[in-house]
């Protein structure tokens, strides 16, 4: 119900912000999903309404939501004057911000869609890489070959962490783990498929992520070098979702280390689609062939409605 989701909102001054969305619950309305339509950019809207989908409309549209509140709420930009763009290896960014929002300046930012969530991260004065994994059986092969077919992806001491997990649904969670990590790093960074994965070796913490907590513990090492500059949070969303945010300079040396002056990690909070939409202006006008179209999509692949 769209009435109720109009309220005050008070703006935080933090300069962490960890927020997600769980996409599987949200069974949006006609109400909600056009006007959710019209408040990001037409442009937006028209990439959403090609998704085969449900569950993929269904993030996008959380993700580009999340983007525009994290720009209105925490960099002050209104709504309505956001503009985002991609960067040529689909990084969003903020375009252009109105004179005097100098807050724009040094926030770094980044989402992630997969499994039943889509989050976002973003950090002042860090650049900022998040991913999410969700701990599911492989398709259409079993565990061990799946990892020979990524096989290429991990270092031996990788492989060593992964294999002596214990189960194969231990296994996999660790894979996933490692995965997510590399994932965040690659994202941070920007530099999108040409990266080798194999550079980035990271040395998982012994305590294992949980609920409600994030560790810092993990260490990367880049080229078989530790990278001290970069910092690594991880936790999980639920007993199957695990998230990693990669946290690096900008614009200092790239010897700099981070952790003596890193606030306490903050822990991500759950969003509702009221939340979302709290802040939001429309931007076009109502466009009723955008629910036609939406709600004749299948919510998944027929495989993955089997394995729920």
């Known amino acids: 119900n769209l009435i109720g989701c109009f309220r005050e909102q008070k703006s935080e001054a933090m300069d962490s912000v960890r927020w997600a969305f769980r996409c599987r619950s949200w069974t949006p309305s006609r109400s909600d999903w056009l006007f959710a339509a019209r408040c990001i950019q037409q442009e937006e809207k028209e990439r959403i309404g090609q998704f085969m989908f449900a569950k993929d409309a269904k993030s996008a549209m959380a993700g580009r939501l999340l983007l525009r509140r994290f720009v209105c709420e925490k960099i002050g930009v209104p709504w309505s004057e956001i503009r985002l763009e991609r960067s040529p290896r689909g990084k969003p960014y903020l375009a252009s911000a109105p004179e005097g ?12 869609h997969q499994g039943d969530y889509t989050v976002l991260a973003a950090e002042h004065g860090l650049q900022v890489g998040v991913d999410i994994m969700k701990t599911t059986m492989p398709g259409s092969s079993s565990v061990p070959e799946f990892f020979r077919i990524m096989s290429r992806h991990f270092t031996a001491h990788e492989w060593s962490a992964i294999h002596s997990a214990g189960s194969e649904e231990q296994q996999l969670t660790a894979f996933y783990r490692h995965w997510a ?9 920007g530099t ?13 913490s012994p305590e294992a992520p949980t609920q ?11 080229d078989e070098e530790e990278e001290p500059a970069w910092i690594f949070e991880e936790s999980l969303l639920d007993a199957d979702h695990h998230v990693a945010v990669a946290l690096g300079p900008a614009n200092v040396p790239a010897s700099a280390v981070l952790s003596p002056s890193l606030p306490p990690p903050t822990t991500f909070t759950q969003l509702s689609f009221c939340d979302l939409i709290a802040l939001a202006s429309p931007l076009t006008e109502e466009d009723a062939a955008h629910w036609d179209s939406f709600k004749i999509k299948a919510e998944a692949p027929q495989r993955q409605r089997d394995t729920r």
């Open 212 to 222: 409600g907590r994030v560790l810092r513990q993990t260490r990367m090492y880049l």
């Open 192 to 204: 999108g498929l040409g990266f080798d994965l194999q550079r980035a070796e990271f040395r998982l």
């Open 101 to 112: 929002s100098s807050n724009s300046v040094g926030w770094g930012f980044n989402l992630s």
């Open 181 to 189: 990590l590399k994932e965040s790093f690659i994202k941070a960074i």
